[in-house]
DNA sequence: AATCCGACATACC
DNA sequence: GGTATGTCGGATT
């Protein structure tokens, strides 16, 4: 057929009869050239007309046509015009699977394509019968057979929103710039955005908005005049503006008609976001691009609350869908064994049984909007956005799945009062209610359904701003109050991202006095040194204990780490895990962290999701309990046989950071000094009490030396001299004058009283390094877990991790799996890289015995076992070196004073720019075959002084390392340190 | 009196 | 300009 014969035919023409419009769509199929349903598939599933029509329905279907995976049609028929057509489709795109293209049509004067895609904006192709002859239109057609995505817009609503976004966040900069504070200009804003949206999707008539922008822009001094009248009319019934009979919107948005001057300007540029269609914007981004054009320093703090959508439903599925189509689907067998029986029946017991499935599906319908869900720490709203969206969703299915069974549908009865959220930031609060309420009448266009009306917004008065953690009470009888644990609403599920603070920011955040209030409340439940995040688990763990059915919360992923592990450690004890990732990256820009997702249930879960893995329990460290049969490594003790030989370095504290420095005017004083300035000092004459700068000026080890080419630091160290015996050294210590302005700046003043030592000198440390001919040291942080020899006098820095043994097997336990092993699993992370923190994880390592670090060495090279460790120590060490610095590329030369480690430099540029690919981090990130057979031995030979097989599993190990650990601890000194 | 951590910091490819 | 990889200060206990 072609397009002429097809026009002639079908314009103007109007439906009479259903068979009517499946002429037609056949006769559109031939002049396409594309396969009619009979044509393609004899069954009718993918493709057909009238699809899911049952006997139930009257043989009606969801859509007159279908193409699963291209397009539901529906047919003008019955319908007033071409908008109802559409929202039926709509109603029913959840049963037709939601086909990308939505098509209506006439018969006789239009075929109208709606794109349906979630992500993209939405878009019209409108197709006049009389204009199909266009080959641009035909195609349109074409590609809805054919080829569905080459209809998609291209602007996803993300690349929409942060446009229009962007030029709010101008608008609300220039206000803040003239002095306004930043509270009310929120709410201005959010009142435009909110008259934007309401316009574009006609809830506002005749872009009445626009209009009034543009008379304004003609006489900016009636600005206030004309939006005070505009936003009056909103809030009231049955207001008007001009003719224009204006809608009813509540919810306190519109409390009050208060309208900021604006000049011609800042008119143009509202003006100009008008232009926008807001209908799509995404109201889960919108908050954040907010935050970061209004005030940039506070990006960090406010928009890194931002979580992205797919991390929100990792929580949404578990602890909210899930749960719920599960109840359906228990309800849905219910209402088919109902309804089967009332098909069979007749009379009386067929309605009966008919009027059972109503009351099941009314059942469900009660539960579902009465189901609350509460986040904490809103922001502005995405999770209650996403949350709202999801409740919907559920309730939809549920109603198109019973009308498909043949009950009848009601108006759906989920709305924002189904989420409740509590937020400190007025702004963000604010905010999270417009995303609430865009979200709302979002989803009802999409679906189909008109907005909500009279009024079309109601009160969101469960959206608080206050503090979820704590709230003052004031006491009548004295002129005081208290502090007392915040409550919060009663909600089944509670869900959300509270803000990331380490204990260590909290009081410089959030104020000292506020800090101690809140840990004296919170002093049974949150252990000192635990999280800002970790109040909230408290607290949805009591609500847990109360009515509250699941829960679901972000979390810095150092939650795992030791102060904050109390508070899972005791949610885990009445709580289910029903799903959890210990360790995520955050996906978004500005905020440099990893998190861990923890998401509970009241009732117990069959299998618990450990990082996207079924698992047959979750300890409360956030591992499984498959590993380390079921031992929970974190009751391990700490074994006074390695007492006082492990240490961290010093504590310099002789600068403060250059930016405070030059704030206050100060030169950046160093207890550091160049090598060169070292090398002048260590030569100079003695000094007057005739000892030599070599007392004093040493060679600095910093972590970075270990796991990158040493870069040859040298530093002032008085010890624990006294000022007086300090000044004896006439170079160093002038050198360091510069420190005591800096002491007299810092937090502690305690730091002045011995200025010209080094905050924390560790003469402890110093005492059992002196006598060894060398030491061990391991970086605290470092991908790899590297042990390395430095002798006397070099000076390790705090990060660098000290083991005061002079022992090859010491060194060789140390570097084996065994400890590397329990190093890993008993230390904490700086994001996803391991840390040795000694208390953890060398005070609590069992080693093999008789080779404890409280027994001579000479003792233990008594045994053979040890005897074949140091072998396999030194050999590795000795490769090892001998990779670093190959002797024919460096030259080694005595230092300037006898004594010091000897300096290794390049024989020249070639060989400098070779070695600095020679790091012990690029050499593990290898490793090759000779490093690992060397480990290999090491492995094998402390293995054998352990008397196990040199093959066990990795979670053996730790098992039998922990089994050792209890019985040592136990020796009758389980109070060991 | 020492520890532990960083809604990070920065060198390097 | 990403990506890889670990500083060093200092509040907290």
Redesign the pocket.
């Known amino acids: 057929m072609t397009p002429e014969a097809f026009i002639a035919k079908w314009q103007n023409s109007k439906i009479k009869e259903r068979a009517a419009a499946q002429e037609h769509f056949l006769d559109l199929c031939r002049m396409l050239g594309e396969q009619t349903p009979a044509e393609a598939d004899r069954d009718g599933i993918d493709y057909g007309f009238e699809f899911g029509a049952t006997k139930t329905t009257g043989g009606r279907g969801f859509a007159d046509v279908f193409k699963r995976g291209f397009f539901g049609m529906e047919y003008k028929g019955t319908h007033a015009d071409l908008t109802a057509a559409f929202a039926q489709l709509q109603r029913y795109a959840v049963a037709l699977n939601n086909p990308p293209l939505l098509i209506v049509s006439d018969v006789g004067t239009t075929i109208r394509i709606h794109t349906n895609w979630t992500n993209s904006v939405s878009r019209i192709y409108d197709i006049p019968i009389a204009e199909l002859g266009d080959p641009e239109k035909r195609g349109w057609l074409k590609a809805a057979f054919t080829d569905p995505d080459a209809l998609r817009p291209k602007q996803t609503r993300q690349e929409l929103t942060e446009e229009v976004a962007g030029e709010f966040a101008r608008l609300a900069r220039s206000l803040r710039d003239r002095g306004h504070e930043p509270e009310p200009v929120a709410h201005f804003i959010n009142r435009l955005v909110f008259c934007m949206f309401a316009e574009d999707v006609k809830l506002l008539p005749n872009h009445i908005f626009t209009q009034m922008l543009e008379r304004a822009l003609e006489t900016p001094e009636e600005f206030v005049d004309f939006a005070g009248q505009l936003f009056a009319a909103m809030r009231s019934k049955g207001g008007r503006v001009g003719f224009e009979r204006i809608a009813w919107f509540n919810g306190g948005l519109f409390d009050d008609d208060t309208v900021f001057v604006l000049t011609r300007d800042e008119i143009r540029i509202v003006y100009k976001a008008a232009q926008h269609y807001w209908g799509d914007i995404d109201p889960a981004i919108l908050g954040t691009l907010f935050e970061r054009g209004l005030d940039p320093d506070k990006r ?1 703090q406010l928009g ?2 931002y979580t992205d959508r797919d991390k929100i439903m990792m929580i949404i599925d578990p602890v909210i869908v899930e749960p719920l189509s599960a109840e359906w689907e228990v309800v849905r067998t219910e209402i088919e064994g109902f309804i089967a029986k009332a098909n069979q029946a007749r009379g009386g017991a067929g309605t009966r049984a008919f009027n059972q499935a109503r009351a099941a599906l009314d059942g469900f319908l009660q539960r579902l909007s009465q189901y609350r869900v509460l986040d904490p720490a809103c922001g502005s709203g995405n999770f209650l956005y996403l949350a709202l969206r999801a409740l919907k969703d559920l309730e939809h299915r549920a109603q198109v799945e019973a009308e498909a069974l043949g009950l009848p549908r009601t108006f759906p009865r989920i709305g924002p009062e189904a989420v409740l959220g509590i937020e400190l930031n007025p702004y963000a609060a604010e905010l999270a209610r417009v995303s609430v309420w865009i979200g709302d009448i979002q989803w009802n266009l999409k679906n189909g359904f008109a907005a909500a009306e009279n009024p079309i917004l109601k009160p969101l008065r469960n959206i608080e701003c206050r503090d979820a953690l704590v709230s003052w009470v004031p006491d009548t009888s004295f002129a005081g109050g208290k502090w007392v644990s915040a409550e919060w609403p009663i909600a089944n599920a509670i869900i959300g ?12 955040a959030m104020g ?1 006095q506020y ?1 101690s209030a809140l840990r004296k409340i919170y002093t049974r439940t949150v252990p ?2 635990a ?1 800002f995040v970790c109040f909230w688990f408290a607290k949805a763990h009591s609500a847990l204990r109360g009515s509250t059915e699941r829960m679901g919360l ?1 979390s ?1 992923n ?1 939650l795992s ?3 904050s592990r109390q508070v899972l450690r005791d949610l885990f004890t009445d709580q289910y895990p029903i799903a959890v990732w210990r360790d995520e990256p ?1 996906t978004v820009s ?4 990893r ?1 861990a997702i923890v998401c509970m249930s009241s009732e117990p879960v069959a299998n618990p999701m450990l990082d996207d893995m079924a698992v047959d329990e979750i300890h409360s460290d956030l591992r499984s309990a498959g590993t380390t049969r079921g031992a929970d490594l974190t009751l391990s003790k700490p074994l006074r046989e390695n007492a006082n030989k492990a ?2 370095g010093v ?7 250059p930016t405070d420095a030059s704030r206050l005017g100060l030169p950046n004083g160093d207890f550091a000094v160049s090598a060169a300035q070292a090398r002048e000092m260590l030569v100079a004459p003695l000094n007057p009490n005739g000892r030599p700068n070599t007392d004093v000026v040493v060679p600095y080890l ?3 030396d ?3 080419r040493p870069s040859g630091r040298f530093i002032v160290a008085f010890g624990t001299m006294t000022e007086r015996e300090a000044a004896m050294y006439e170079l160093p210590f002038n050198h360091i004058a510069p420190v005591k302005l800096h002491r007299q700046h ?3 003043p305690e730091a002045l009283t011995t200025w010209w030592q080094h ?2 000198p ?3 440390m110093s005492a059992a390094l002196a006598p060894l001919t060398r030491f061990i040291v391991t ?6 877990r590297l042990f390395l020899w430095r002798t006397h006098p070099i000076l390790p ?3 660098v991790v000290v083991v005061a043994r002079e022992d090859d097997v010491t060194f060789g336990v140390l570097h084996s799996r065994f400890h590397e092993l329990w190093a890993l699993r008993m230390g ?1 992370t ?4 391991p ?1 040795y ?4 994880t060398f005070q609590t390592f069992p080693f093999p015995h008789g080779l404890t670090p409280d027994i001579p060495s000479v003792v233990s090279m008594a045994d053979d076992a040890a005897k074949h460790i140091a072998h396999c120590a030194k050999e590795l060490n000795q490769l090892r070196e001998n990779w670093l610095n190959p002797a024919d590329l460096v030259r080694r030369e005595p230092e300037v004073v006898p004594g010091y480690p000897e300096r290794i430099l390049p024989i020249n540029e070639e060989a400098e720019s070779f070695l ?2 020679r ?1 012990l ?2 050499l593990y ?1 290898e490793r090759p075959a000779w490093l690992h057979h060397a480990h290999e031995a090491l492995n094998e030979a402390v293995a054998a002084a352990y008397g196990w097989p040199a093959d066990l599993g990795d979670d053996e190990v730790l098992a039998r390392l922990f089994a050792l650990n209890q019985e040592r601890g136990s020796e009758g000194h389980a109070d060991a340190l």
């Open positions: 960090s890194a609350h991202n509270p803000p990331f603070l380490g204990s260590r920011k909290m009081a410089p000292s800090v000192k040194g999280d972000v810095t150092s780490n030791a102060a955050w500005g905020a440099a962290v998190v240490y961290q504590v310099p504290r002789g600068s403060i950071n910093i972590a970075r270990l796991a990158q810092m937090a502690q905050w924390r560790r003469p402890e970086p605290r942080v470092s991908k790899h820095d705090n990060a904490s700086l994001e996803d890289r840390r923190t000694p208390t953890t600095k690919k790091t981090t690029n990130n």
